[in-house]
């Protein structure tokens, strides 16, 4: 099956910089990925969905400044974490889907301190 | 409002016997159905699907069961095995590839 890799897998920073998480996918082209981010214990709640070329589609709630997305190819999407504060650490994980199933990356767990 | 709920949050079930995790959705658009499988820290890692047309798909040791009319689908792992033991997501689509994920059942299998 398809697979898609998400980089990195864990990051700890500090309060106030940027994380950029990559998401690639590695034997299709994906047009469209989405980011998922999950509370402990909680389900994976759709955060946005990234089109290759245009701007993406934030959900309800999501703040668009602070979680900045970027599809620049149909293999490549990137979401960075813009002034991150404790309350953004979380688990991102993003997704590219073909017509039978949806492919997801490992995850990244970000610490923020 | 969550369109797609799974209302056990745990489940045990003895090793060789059979699991089944339920999950209800409301939105009746929804015509494409997945099962994934997670561990703590990792990416879910994906199961088995079902469309709308169908009312039950098997794969191996996982059969999925759709009934349209109560909005009800189910997931059988039969026999289970403590490796079954993670937390099981059901999601769903109306065709955009854009998913909804229930809030999971953690699946415990004993040995």
């Known amino acids: 099956g398809a697979v898609v890799s998400q980089h990195p897998s864990w990051v700890i920073c500090k309060s106030g910089t940027s994380v950029k998480i990559e998401c690639r996918s590695l034997d299709f082209q994906a047009t469209t990925m989405f980011w998922y981010r999950q509370f402990p214990k909680q389900s994976l709640m759709l955060m946005a969905t990234s089109n290759e070329g245009s701007k993406a589609t934030y959900e309800q709630g999501v703040e668009k400044d602070k979680f900045l997305i970027n599809h620049a190819s149909l293999t490549l999407s990137t979401l960075t974490v813009t002034s991150a504060h404790p309350e953004d650490s979380s688990f991102y994980i993003c997704?590219?889907?073909?017509?039978?199933?949806?492919?997801f990356g490992q995850g990244t767990r970000l610490t923020v301190v | 409002d969550q369109q797609v709920k799974q209302n056990s949050p745990s489940l045990s079930v003895q090793e060789g016997r059979i699991s089944i995790l339920n999950c209800d959705y409301t939105?009746?658009?929804?015509?494409?159905f997945l099962w994934y499988k997670k561990y703590p820290a990792e990416g879910p890692t994906f199961l088995i699907s079902i469309s709308s047309i169908k009312d039950k798909n098997e794969d191996g040791r996982f059969t999925v069961f759709l009934n349209k009319s109560a909005k009800h689908l189910s997931l059988h792992i039969v026999p289970s095995q403590p490796g079954d033991s993670a937390v099981y997501f059901c999601a769903a689509s109306d065709g955009t590839y854009k998913y909804i994920f229930g809030t999971g059942t953690r699946l415990k299998v004993l040995a």
């Open positions: 997704s590219a889907a073909d017509p039978t199933e949806a492919f």
């Open positions: 939105n009746s658009m929804f015509d494409y």
